[in-house]
Protein backbone atom coordinates (compact mmCIF):
# COMPACT_ATOMS: atom_id res chain seq x y z
CA UNK A 1 0.00 0.00 0.00
CA UNK A 2 1.96 2.97 -1.41
CA UNK A 3 -0.48 5.62 -0.49
CA UNK A 4 0.17 7.96 2.68
CA UNK A 5 -1.88 6.27 5.47
CA UNK A 6 -4.06 9.83 6.11
CA UNK A 7 -5.31 9.72 2.73
CA UNK A 8 -6.61 5.64 2.69
CA UNK A 9 -8.25 6.96 5.81
CA UNK A 10 -9.43 9.65 4.57
CA UNK A 11 -11.34 7.52 1.67
CA UNK A 12 -12.55 5.26 4.25
CA UNK A 13 -16.18 4.78 3.34
CA UNK A 14 -16.79 7.96 0.86
CA UNK A 15 -15.42 6.16 -2.22
CA UNK A 16 -16.55 3.26 -4.27
CA UNK A 17 -14.10 1.26 -6.00
CA UNK A 18 -14.53 1.00 -9.51
CA UNK A 19 -14.64 -2.31 -11.36
CA UNK A 20 -12.50 -4.97 -9.79
CA UNK A 21 -9.60 -6.42 -11.62
CA UNK A 22 -10.26 -9.65 -13.82
CA UNK A 23 -9.33 -12.95 -12.72
CA UNK A 24 -8.18 -15.58 -15.22
CA UNK A 25 -9.85 -18.16 -15.91
CA UNK A 26 -8.18 -20.32 -13.29
CA UNK A 27 -8.59 -18.19 -10.41
CA UNK A 28 -12.46 -17.74 -11.60
CA UNK A 29 -12.54 -21.81 -11.57
CA UNK A 30 -11.02 -21.82 -8.03
CA UNK A 31 -13.35 -19.13 -6.51
CA UNK A 32 -16.14 -20.91 -7.81
CA UNK A 33 -14.81 -24.23 -6.54
CA UNK A 34 -14.38 -23.17 -3.38
CA UNK A 35 -17.37 -21.10 -3.09
CA UNK A 36 -19.78 -24.40 -4.12
CA UNK A 37 -18.08 -26.38 -1.61
CA UNK A 38 -19.19 -24.32 1.32
CA UNK A 39 -22.37 -23.78 -0.47
CA UNK A 40 -23.16 -27.27 -0.44
CA UNK A 41 -21.53 -28.29 2.59
CA UNK A 42 -23.73 -25.94 4.68
CA UNK A 43 -26.61 -26.71 2.34
CA UNK A 44 -26.31 -30.88 3.47
CA UNK A 45 -25.36 -29.18 7.20
CA UNK A 46 -29.12 -27.57 7.79
CA UNK A 47 -29.94 -31.16 6.09
CA UNK A 48 -28.53 -32.86 9.16
CA UNK A 49 -29.57 -30.21 11.42
CA UNK A 50 -32.88 -30.68 10.70
CA UNK A 51 -33.11 -34.53 10.69
CA UNK A 52 -31.39 -34.52 14.45
CA UNK A 53 -28.07 -35.59 13.73
CA UNK A 54 -26.39 -32.02 14.57
CA UNK A 55 -27.30 -30.85 17.74
CA UNK A 56 -26.76 -27.00 19.56
CA UNK A 57 -26.40 -24.44 17.62
CA UNK A 58 -25.83 -23.99 14.02
CA UNK A 59 -25.18 -20.34 11.87
CA UNK A 60 -24.93 -21.18 8.25
CA UNK A 61 -22.47 -18.96 6.01
CA UNK A 62 -24.82 -19.41 3.17
CA UNK A 63 -24.80 -16.15 0.68
CA UNK A 64 -21.37 -15.02 2.15
CA UNK A 65 -19.04 -17.39 0.49
CA UNK A 66 -17.32 -14.76 -1.32
CA UNK A 67 -15.59 -12.69 1.42
CA UNK A 68 -13.78 -15.96 3.17
CA UNK A 69 -13.22 -17.25 -0.09
CA UNK A 70 -11.48 -13.57 -1.66
CA UNK A 71 -9.54 -13.10 1.35
CA UNK A 72 -7.81 -16.49 1.49
CA UNK A 73 -6.72 -16.16 -2.19
CA UNK A 74 -4.94 -12.89 -1.15
CA UNK A 75 -2.80 -15.17 2.26
CA UNK A 76 0.29 -16.85 2.46
CA UNK A 77 1.24 -20.10 4.77
CA UNK A 78 1.56 -19.13 8.14
CA UNK A 79 -1.13 -16.18 8.05
CA UNK A 80 -3.92 -16.45 10.77
CA UNK A 81 -7.38 -16.80 10.29
CA UNK A 82 -9.66 -16.15 13.92
CA UNK A 83 -13.40 -16.03 13.27
CA UNK A 84 -16.94 -15.87 15.02
CA UNK A 85 -19.60 -18.49 15.12
CA UNK A 86 -20.71 -18.42 12.30
CA UNK A 87 -17.58 -20.24 10.60
CA UNK A 88 -17.55 -23.38 8.82
CA UNK A 89 -17.00 -21.52 6.05
CA UNK A 90 -13.92 -20.31 6.78
CA UNK A 91 -12.58 -23.81 8.23
CA UNK A 92 -12.97 -25.15 4.68
CA UNK A 93 -11.49 -22.04 3.02
CA UNK A 94 -8.53 -22.90 5.31
CA UNK A 95 -8.29 -26.26 3.69
CA UNK A 96 -9.33 -28.00 6.97
CA UNK A 97 -11.33 -31.37 5.56
CA UNK A 98 -15.06 -31.17 4.91
CA UNK A 99 -14.94 -35.00 6.63
CA UNK A 100 -13.60 -33.37 9.82
CA UNK A 101 -15.79 -30.41 10.20
CA UNK A 102 -18.60 -32.48 9.68
CA UNK A 103 -17.97 -34.84 11.69
CA UNK A 104 -17.33 -32.22 14.84
CA UNK A 105 -20.98 -30.91 13.97
CA UNK A 106 -22.38 -33.82 14.71
CA UNK A 107 -19.93 -35.15 17.86
CA UNK A 108 -17.87 -37.69 16.77
CA UNK A 109 -14.49 -38.16 17.49
CA UNK A 110 -13.12 -37.64 13.65
CA UNK A 111 -14.48 -34.26 14.34
CA UNK A 112 -11.48 -31.39 14.34
CA UNK A 113 -12.44 -30.70 18.53
CA UNK A 114 -13.08 -34.70 18.82
CA UNK A 115 -16.41 -34.43 19.16
CA UNK A 116 -16.09 -32.13 21.96
CA UNK A 117 -16.76 -28.49 20.49
CA UNK A 118 -18.97 -28.62 17.81
CA UNK A 119 -20.63 -25.86 15.49
CA UNK A 120 -18.75 -22.96 17.43
CA UNK A 121 -15.30 -24.21 18.18
CA UNK A 122 -13.12 -25.94 16.13
CA UNK A 123 -9.37 -25.46 15.61
CA UNK A 124 -6.86 -26.22 13.29
CA UNK A 125 -2.85 -25.02 14.23
CA UNK A 126 -1.45 -26.89 11.16
CA UNK A 127 -3.88 -25.07 8.81
CA UNK A 128 -3.29 -21.55 11.07
CA UNK A 129 -7.06 -21.30 11.90
CA UNK A 130 -7.40 -20.47 15.32
CA UNK A 131 -11.38 -20.75 15.65
CA UNK A 132 -14.63 -20.73 15.81
CA UNK A 133 -15.60 -18.68 19.07
CA UNK A 134 -19.40 -18.65 21.01
CA UNK A 135 -18.50 -15.61 23.07
CA UNK A 136 -19.56 -12.44 20.44
CA UNK A 137 -16.89 -10.33 19.55
CA UNK A 138 -14.52 -12.19 21.77
CA UNK A 139 -12.36 -13.40 18.83
CA UNK A 140 -11.07 -10.07 17.96
CA UNK A 141 -8.84 -9.19 21.34
CA UNK A 142 -7.52 -12.73 20.10
CA UNK A 143 -6.86 -12.12 16.81
CA UNK A 144 -5.16 -9.28 17.63
CA UNK A 145 -3.32 -11.70 20.34
CA UNK A 146 -2.06 -13.49 17.27
CA UNK A 147 -0.75 -10.21 15.59
CA UNK A 148 0.82 -9.40 18.85
CA UNK A 149 2.41 -12.57 18.18
CA UNK A 150 3.82 -11.81 14.66
CA UNK A 151 5.35 -8.81 15.86
CA UNK A 152 7.14 -9.87 18.62
CA UNK A 153 8.65 -12.38 16.55
CA UNK A 154 9.66 -10.42 13.56
CA UNK A 155 7.71 -12.11 11.01
CA UNK A 156 6.00 -10.76 8.11
CA UNK A 157 2.51 -13.12 8.80
CA UNK A 158 -0.77 -11.35 9.02
CA UNK A 159 -4.06 -12.09 11.59
CA UNK A 160 -7.04 -11.99 9.57
CA UNK A 161 -9.58 -11.15 12.36
CA UNK A 162 -13.75 -12.01 11.43
CA UNK A 163 -16.49 -10.63 13.41
CA UNK A 164 -19.85 -9.53 12.13
CA UNK A 165 -22.14 -5.96 12.45
CA UNK A 166 -23.44 -6.64 15.71
CA UNK A 167 -20.06 -7.33 17.17
CA UNK A 168 -19.05 -4.63 15.50
CA UNK A 169 -20.78 -2.71 18.81
CA UNK A 170 -18.97 -4.99 21.62
CA UNK A 171 -16.42 -3.24 23.93
CA UNK A 172 -13.65 -5.53 23.17
CA UNK A 173 -13.43 -4.43 19.79
CA UNK A 174 -12.39 -0.97 20.40
CA UNK A 175 -9.84 -1.55 23.14
CA UNK A 176 -8.55 -4.31 20.16
CA UNK A 177 -7.83 -1.03 17.73
CA UNK A 178 -6.71 0.80 20.28
CA UNK A 179 -3.73 -1.32 20.98
CA UNK A 180 -3.55 -2.53 17.38
CA UNK A 181 -2.80 0.62 16.19
CA UNK A 182 -0.66 1.81 19.34
CA UNK A 183 2.03 -0.98 18.63
CA UNK A 184 0.99 -1.23 14.87
CA UNK A 185 0.06 -5.10 14.91
CA UNK A 186 -0.23 -6.50 11.69
CA UNK A 187 -4.24 -7.68 11.63
CA UNK A 188 -6.78 -6.94 8.87
CA UNK A 189 -9.92 -6.68 10.68
CA UNK A 190 -12.91 -8.24 8.40
CA UNK A 191 -16.28 -7.28 9.48
CA UNK A 192 -18.60 -9.18 7.69
CA UNK A 193 -21.71 -6.92 7.38
CA UNK A 194 -24.68 -9.07 6.41
CA UNK A 195 -27.48 -6.59 7.65
CA UNK A 196 -29.06 -7.85 10.49
CA UNK A 197 -26.32 -9.02 13.33
CA UNK A 198 -28.91 -11.48 14.68
CA UNK A 199 -32.22 -10.49 13.89
CA UNK A 200 -32.11 -6.73 13.85
CA UNK A 201 -31.60 -4.39 11.15
CA UNK A 202 -28.28 -2.29 11.10
CA UNK A 203 -30.22 1.07 10.86
CA UNK A 204 -31.68 0.54 14.34
CA UNK A 205 -28.49 -0.97 16.02
CA UNK A 206 -25.94 0.98 14.96
CA UNK A 207 -25.95 4.56 14.95
CA UNK A 208 -22.35 4.78 12.61
CA UNK A 209 -23.78 2.05 9.60
CA UNK A 210 -20.28 2.82 7.95
CA UNK A 211 -18.58 0.60 10.03
CA UNK A 212 -15.08 1.40 7.84
CA UNK A 213 -15.32 3.99 9.42
CA UNK A 214 -15.15 2.44 13.32
CA UNK A 215 -11.70 2.91 12.96
CA UNK A 216 -11.10 6.57 12.50
CA UNK A 217 -10.74 7.52 16.02
CA UNK A 218 -7.86 4.98 16.57
CA UNK A 219 -6.34 6.86 13.04
CA UNK A 220 -6.91 3.01 11.63
CA UNK A 221 -7.70 3.28 8.02
CA UNK A 222 -11.10 1.20 6.76
CA UNK A 223 -12.33 0.29 3.03
CA UNK A 224 -15.93 -1.16 2.41
CA UNK A 225 -16.26 -4.00 -0.13
CA UNK A 226 -18.49 -5.23 -2.18
CA UNK A 227 -18.64 -8.58 -0.36
CA UNK A 228 -20.67 -10.15 -2.89
CA UNK A 229 -17.89 -10.44 -5.58
CA UNK A 230 -15.10 -12.29 -4.57
CA UNK A 231 -12.77 -9.94 -7.26
CA UNK A 232 -13.31 -6.91 -5.13
CA UNK A 233 -12.87 -9.10 -1.75
CA UNK A 234 -9.21 -10.17 -3.15
CA UNK A 235 -8.35 -6.88 -4.36
CA UNK A 236 -8.80 -5.48 -1.18
CA UNK A 237 -7.01 -7.92 0.50
CA UNK A 238 -4.06 -7.63 -1.37
CA UNK A 239 -4.09 -4.02 -0.80
CA UNK A 240 -4.61 -5.06 3.48
CA UNK A 241 -1.96 -7.45 3.52
CA UNK A 242 0.51 -5.17 1.91
CA UNK A 243 -0.47 -2.43 4.23
CA UNK A 244 0.14 -4.92 6.99
CA UNK A 245 3.43 -6.70 5.97
CA UNK A 246 5.06 -3.11 5.14
CA UNK A 247 4.87 -2.17 8.80
CA UNK A 248 1.73 0.21 8.84
CA UNK A 249 -0.44 -1.71 11.42
CA UNK A 250 -3.68 -2.36 11.51
CA UNK A 251 -6.80 -2.25 8.74
CA UNK A 252 -10.64 -2.66 8.44
CA UNK A 253 -11.58 -4.02 5.67
CA UNK A 254 -15.65 -4.38 6.21
CA UNK A 255 -17.39 -6.49 3.89
CA UNK A 256 -21.27 -6.01 2.52
CA UNK A 257 -22.37 -8.96 2.24
CA UNK A 258 -26.19 -10.88 3.18
CA UNK A 259 -26.90 -14.22 4.24
CA UNK A 260 -29.80 -16.24 2.89
CA UNK A 261 -30.70 -18.17 5.83
CA UNK A 262 -31.44 -17.05 9.42
CA UNK A 263 -28.89 -16.15 12.27
CA UNK A 264 -29.41 -19.84 13.32
CA UNK A 265 -31.55 -22.61 12.43
CA UNK A 266 -34.20 -21.76 15.06
CA UNK A 267 -34.38 -18.55 13.57
CA UNK A 268 -37.34 -18.11 10.83
CA UNK A 269 -36.03 -14.38 9.53
CA UNK A 270 -39.04 -13.26 10.11
CA UNK A 271 -37.44 -9.68 10.59
CA UNK A 272 -37.25 -9.19 6.63
CA UNK A 273 -39.35 -9.98 3.33
CA UNK A 274 -39.01 -12.99 1.29
CA UNK A 275 -38.77 -10.48 -1.69
CA UNK A 276 -35.43 -8.84 -0.27
CA UNK A 277 -33.83 -12.49 -0.14
CA UNK A 278 -34.58 -13.77 -3.57
CA UNK A 279 -33.93 -9.84 -4.93
CA UNK A 280 -30.45 -10.10 -3.45
CA UNK A 281 -30.34 -13.83 -4.91
CA UNK A 282 -30.85 -13.03 -8.64
CA UNK A 283 -29.18 -9.72 -8.70
CA UNK A 284 -25.85 -10.39 -6.77
CA UNK A 285 -25.49 -13.84 -5.64
CA UNK A 286 -21.59 -14.47 -5.61
CA UNK A 287 -21.34 -17.76 -7.19
CA UNK A 288 -23.69 -17.19 -10.16
CA UNK A 289 -21.73 -14.13 -10.58
CA UNK A 290 -18.69 -16.29 -11.09
CA UNK A 291 -20.56 -19.07 -13.04
CA UNK A 292 -21.75 -16.17 -15.24
CA UNK A 293 -18.40 -14.89 -16.39
CA UNK A 294 -16.99 -18.47 -16.85
CA UNK A 295 -20.03 -19.14 -19.13
CA UNK A 296 -19.33 -15.77 -20.93
CA UNK A 297 -15.75 -16.95 -21.41
CA UNK A 298 -16.66 -19.93 -23.18
CA UNK A 299 -16.43 -22.45 -20.25
CA UNK A 300 -19.55 -25.32 -21.22
CA UNK A 301 -22.28 -25.85 -18.88
CA UNK A 302 -21.46 -29.35 -18.37
CA UNK A 303 -17.73 -28.51 -17.09
CA UNK A 304 -19.18 -26.00 -14.61
CA UNK A 305 -21.78 -29.13 -13.35
CA UNK A 306 -18.78 -31.54 -13.03
CA UNK A 307 -17.74 -29.38 -10.96
CA UNK A 308 -20.55 -29.39 -8.82
CA UNK A 309 -20.79 -32.54 -8.77
CA UNK A 310 -17.18 -33.19 -7.33
CA UNK A 311 -18.00 -31.26 -4.75
CA UNK A 312 -21.26 -32.81 -4.34
CA UNK A 313 -19.46 -35.91 -3.96
CA UNK A 314 -16.96 -34.50 -0.94
CA UNK A 315 -19.81 -33.02 1.05
CA UNK A 316 -21.76 -36.71 0.44
CA UNK A 317 -19.00 -38.36 1.76
CA UNK A 318 -18.36 -36.24 4.92
CA UNK A 319 -22.32 -36.54 5.63
CA UNK A 320 -21.89 -40.42 5.20
CA UNK A 321 -18.55 -40.25 7.87
CA UNK A 322 -19.80 -37.41 10.38
CA UNK A 323 -23.04 -40.22 10.68
CA UNK A 324 -21.12 -43.40 10.67
CA UNK A 325 -18.04 -42.34 12.50
CA UNK A 326 -17.87 -43.82 16.46
CA UNK A 327 -18.78 -40.90 19.38
CA UNK A 328 -16.03 -40.05 21.83
CA UNK A 329 -15.06 -42.29 24.06
CA UNK A 330 -16.29 -41.07 27.96
CA UNK A 331 -12.90 -40.52 28.78
CA UNK A 332 -12.57 -37.41 26.69
CA UNK A 333 -14.82 -36.06 29.52
CA UNK A 334 -11.67 -35.57 31.17
CA UNK A 335 -9.03 -34.55 28.98
CA UNK A 336 -7.94 -30.87 27.47
CA UNK A 337 -9.58 -29.05 31.01
CA UNK A 338 -7.46 -26.58 32.49
CA UNK A 339 -7.28 -27.34 36.73
Not at 23 to 49: N, P, T
Not at 241 to 247: A, D, K, L, P
Request: hydrophobic share 35%.
Amino acid sequence: MATPKKTVAKESGQEKAGSPPEFSRDQELKALRDMLLIRRFEEKAGQLYGMGAIGGFCHLYIGQEAVVVGMQMALKPGDEVITGYRDHGHMLACDMEAKGVMAELTGRRGGYSRGKGGSMHMFSKEKHFYGGHGIVGAQVSLGTGLAFANRYRGNDNVSVTYFGDGAANQGQVYESFNMAELWKLPVIYVIENNRYAMGTAVSRASAQQDFSKRGVSFNIPGKQVDGMDVRAVKAAADEATSWCRGGNGPIILEMQTYRYRGHSMSDPAKYRTREEVEKVRHDQDPIEQVRNRLLAAGVSEQDLKAIDAEVREIVNEAADFAQHDPEPDPSELYTDIYR
